[in-house]
């Protein structure tokens, strides 16, 4: 896995706004793709997921963005909440089946009420 | 149903000594993984289980490090003589049968461990 200093990026939003969290994947022959959240002393929770014959998925609020041509992941929020506040992590599965992941750089998304 | 449950949530102990993780995979769940978060940083991959067998070890920093799985259920990740730079947040994630397809991997809360 990728490491990062102990700084995360940081992404600031005011409550009611939309979010949208970015993610560079490594690995061309990934097929594969997860969006995680983890809020402060638990374990990554998943959200969404998309698989690489998509470009689009929406679930509840979020819509996640897959551009494979430059090897680009995004995470939409919709009508961002407090309880939307953690670090978000994309996750990159570059081998077919039940198999590690390679997780991004995590981003902290922080929300203004 | 359950999720991931992992024991204990922390552990404190004296840099030398051996420690030992467990993880409850959500049933039914075949494929079980170990990885491994430091302050601040994303997740390192430890190692895998398909069923009872380890096909990737390759994360496991030292050989100071062994993880086994019997019954196809709960895992244990031992770390002996452990060090100072061993203090990380060991999360271990479960996931159902995929075939030639992905399936998500579902996170435990992790074990959180202080070496003195």
């Known amino acids: 896995g990728e490491s990062v200093g102990l700084h995360l990026p940081t992404l600031s939003v005011q409550e009611g706004d939309n979010s949208i969290i970015n993610c560079a994947y490594s690995n061309s022959a990934s097929d594969y793709f997860i969006w995680y959240k983890q809020e402060s002393g638990k374990g990554p929770q998943f959200i969404i997921d998309i698989r690489s014959n998509m470009d689009k998925r929406q679930g509840q609020r979020v819509t996640v963005l897959l551009n494979k041509t430059v090897k680009h992941l995004s995470l939409q929020i919709a009508a961002t909440q407090p309880g939307d506040s953690a670090v978000y992590f994309c996750?990159?599965?570059?081998?077919?089946?039940?198999?590690?992941?390679?997780f991004g750089k995590g981003t902290r998304l922080s929300v203004i009420a | 149903g359950a999720g991931v449950s992992q024991s204990p949530s922390n552990k404190v102990t004296e840099k030398g000594k051996d420690v030992e993780l467990r993880c409850d995979p959500i049933?039914?769940?075949?494929?079980l993984y170990w990885y491994r978060q430091s302050l601040g940083q994303g997740l390192e991959f430890l190692i895998y289980f398909q069923g009872n067998s380890a096909p990737d070890k390759s994360g496991l920093p030292s050989d100071r490090f062994s993880a086994e799985r019997t019954g196809g259920s709960v895992s244990t990740l031992t770390i002996q003589r452990t060090q100072q730079e061993d203090s990380a947040v060991y999360l271990c994630?479960?996931?159902?049968?995929?075939?030639?397809?992905?399936?998500?991997?579902?996170f435990g809360d992790g074990t959180r461990l202080s070496i003195l």
């Open positions: 996750a990159e599965n570059p081998l077919s089946g039940n198999t590690p992941l390679v």
């Open positions: 994630a479960s996931s159902p049968p995929a075939g030639n397809s992905n399936q998500p991997q579902h």
């Open positions: 049933s039914g769940h075949t494929a």
